[in-house]
């Protein structure tokens, strides 16, 4: 059966605003740099309002979390861009975790060799230009830590790897804020982009789908890429950053710089994450999750993962496990090799 859904769609403008008049009546002009100085006040004031008003969010909110075993000390803003790797065990604090794609070129790690080094100094042009842009965006959002799995993971340690592997899924959860580099394929791409003087105007249109699955929206935001599929689940908030603009999102509302003002978000979304993410959610929102609906949501969440392009296979297992471990609180169910007691 068909369905008909309305959607915004979004025209950019290089040279003029007539088309933009034309289809709109409310043209709303971009900055021209993603990173630039206004959107970071914006950003700050989404974060802002999310903390002090937003009921779903507040509540899952940890404001003395357990800090990552290791988390980069980015430093204070107006500060010297000194970097370094610290020790956070028994320390709590805020932190932003960074969601990004590692891609082809090699891109700075830590590892047994460079461990004492990176916990002295990680010179600032050492990093990849997107590790360089987390940087600069956790210092403008004043918070003081950053973890990188790359950089805050030892990567040629088999055991540190396994350990740190399975907290994932803690870290993104309890972090104050996941920001991602949403369009860029690896680190020499950076998180920040350069844009065309432009202006862009949200037009309501109607698009009709040949079922009721809505399976084209799925990915629209994240292709099939080394974003870790568990970094889209169980953030609290997301700050995003693509190659046209930055946007917000977070358990209540979305926002962008077309829509500063933000939009009340309704998680109705029937793809898989957006599911688990719910249930995740609803032992402390009180919604309710249909158990036969998030079964079948975590089998083709699984279905989804070997799909990923991960830069080493073996990880598949470790990277998953955090969304497991949430989602068998949630559930309170056993699991045994990749299925659910009480769903066999």
């Known amino acids: 059966m068909a369905s008909t859904f309305q959607v915004p769609l979004f025209f950019t403008k290089y040279h003029s605003e007539t088309l933009?008049?034309?289809?709109?009546?409310?043209?709303?002009?971009s900055q021209f740099y993603t990173g630039s100085e206004e959107n970071f006040i914006l950003a700050n004031l989404w974060l802002k309002r999310c903390l002090s008003s937003h009921s779903r969010c507040t509540i899952i909110t940890y404001p003395s979390p357990a800090?990552?075993?290791?988390?980069?000390?980015?430093?204070?803003?107006?500060?010297?861009?000194?970097?370094?790797?610290?020790?956070?065990?028994?320390?709590?604090?805020?932190?932003?975790?960074?969601?990004?794609c590692w891609g082809k070129l090699k891109i700075i790690t830590t590892t047994k060799s460079n461990l004492t080094q990176h916990q002295s100094i990680i010179p600032f042009d050492s990093l990849s230009k997107t590790f360089q842009h987390a940087v600069i965006a956790t210092r403008a959002l004043s918070v003081r830590y950053l973890w990188i799995d790359s950089l805050c993971i030892i990567q040629d340690s088999i055991d540190d790897w396994t350990s740190e592997a399975s907290k994932m899924g803690q870290y993104y959860s309890q972090s104050?804020?996941?920001?991602?580099?949403?369009?860029?394929r690896g680190g020499e791409d950076g998180m920040f982009a350069v844009?065309?003087?432009?202006?862009?105007?949200?037009?309501?249109?109607d698009i009709t789908f040949p079922n009721s699955k809505e399976s084209g929206f799925v990915h629209s935001l994240y292709p099939w890429s080394l974003i870790v599929?568990?970094?889209?689940?169980?953030?609290?908030?997301?700050?995003?950053?693509?190659?046209?603009?930055?946007?917000?999102?977070?358990?209540?509302?979305?926002?962008?710089?077309?829509?500063?003002?933000?939009?009340?978000?309704?998680?109705q979304s029937t793809s898989h994450s957006s599911l688990i993410?719910?249930?995740?959610?609803?032992?402390?929102?009180?919604?309710?999750?249909?158990?036969?609906?998030?079964?079948?949501?975590?089998?083709?969440?699984?279905?989804?993962?070997?799909?990923?392009?991960?830069?080493?296979?073996?990880?598949?297992?470790?990277?998953?496990?955090?969304?497991?471990?949430?989602?068998q609180y949630a559930l309170d169910d056993e699991y045994v090799a990749g299925i659910w007691k009480q769903d066999i």
């Open 20 to 29: 933009c008049s034309t289809l709109s009546s409310k043209a709303v002009t």
């Open 67 to 100: 800090l990552p075993t290791r988390v980069l000390d980015v430093g204070k803003e107006g500060e010297p861009l000194e970097i370094r790797l610290v020790d956070g065990k028994y320390c709590v604090g805020q932190y932003i975790t960074l969601s990004h």
């Open 176 to 184: 104050l804020v996941t920001i991602s580099a949403v369009s860029a």
């Open 195 to 205: 844009i065309d003087s432009r202006v862009v105007s949200p037009t309501p249109i």
């Open 229 to 267: 599929l568990q970094e889209r689940t169980l953030p609290a908030r997301m700050l995003m950053f693509s190659r046209y603009q930055m946007s917000w999102q977070c358990q209540e509302e979305m926002g962008s710089e077309n829509i500063p003002e933000g939009r009340a978000r309704e998680i």
């Open 277 to 327: 993410s719910k249930k995740l959610h609803s032992e402390l929102y009180g919604d309710q999750v249909s158990r036969h609906r998030l079964y079948c949501a975590w089998y083709n969440t699984v279905e989804q993962y070997t799909y990923c392009k991960l830069t080493r296979p073996s990880d598949i297992f470790e990277a998953i496990d955090g969304i497991r471990l949430a989602l």
